[in-house]
């Protein structure tokens, strides 16, 4: 069973809007969360990392939150650009004597005219 | 700086066959892990090497195998092809294992007939 639940897992918008992509995890001990954006037929390329003790960490137009409390993750795209359609996947490493990932599925952006 | 380099990009295989994959890290990153990515089951963590030693390991048969050489390249072998190996297959570098920054390769699409 997956223990990194994204949502939505594809959505389309609008050139210039903004929107949220959710990434909910229940393994654990974290140890970081990271946010990976991925265009068809490439590997992914990292977008933010973030530890426990840290709440958000932005990269231009992308900023992660944290909730180590709930759970929970998000990545906030503003004022999206074609170049932004993609998937976007988050991803929990936990700490331990086995370095270990653990992949969420990922969410399928479209960006449109 | 040269990113991670896989070889080759596409390869057809036939049921029962073997394949080798290569990949060649970053300059001066020393663990590179593999990973298998089907539209049905996201990324899936393979094996990691660091050092020439396998270091984690991920739940795939043992068909699934690889190496690490001293120069830090390294391959991936698959024995007895399933159609179900069919696949797109991403190596990553980075400088000290899973829970630093990981650099993807662009992967080698394998299709199994």
């Known amino acids: 069973k997956n223990q990194v639940e994204q949502s939505p897992q594809s959505l389309i918008i609008l050139e210039g809007k903004n929107c949220t992509l959710q990434?909910?995890?229940?393994?654990?001990?974290?140890?970081?969360l990271r946010w990976y954006k991925q265009d068809t037929g490439r590997g992914p390329v990292s977008l933010t990392i973030m530890t426990f003790s840290e709440n958000t960490k932005s990269n231009g137009r992308y900023t992660a939150t944290l909730d180590a409390d709930t759970k929970q993750s998000s990545l906030h795209i503003t004022a999206s650009q074609l170049s932004d359609s993609a998937s976007y996947i988050c991803v929990v490493s936990l700490t331990g004597t086995a370095s270990k990932l653990t992949f969420g599925t990922g969410t399928r952006l479209q960006v449109t005219l | 700086k040269a990113g991670v380099t896989q070889t080759p990009r596409y390869l057809i295989k036939t049921r029962g066959q073997q394949v080798t994959l290569s990949c060649s890290p970053i300059s001066g990153h020393r663990s590179v892990s593999w990973y298998q990515q089907t539209p049905g089951q996201g990324l899936q963590f393979l094996f990691e090497?660091?050092?020439?030693?396998?270091?984690n390991k991920g739940n795939f048969p043992g068909r699934f195998s690889g190496r690490q050489f001293s120069n830090s390249r390294s391959e991936m072998n698959v024995s007895t092809l399933e159609l179900g190996d069919s696949a797109l297959y991403l190596c990553a570098s980075s400088l000290q294992g899973l829970g630093s920054p990981l650099h993807f390769g662009n992967g080698t699409r394998l299709t199994v007939t």
């Open positions: 990434c909910n995890y229940t393994v654990s001990p974290f140890s970081n």
């Open positions: 090497y660091f050092s020439e030693t396998q270091r």
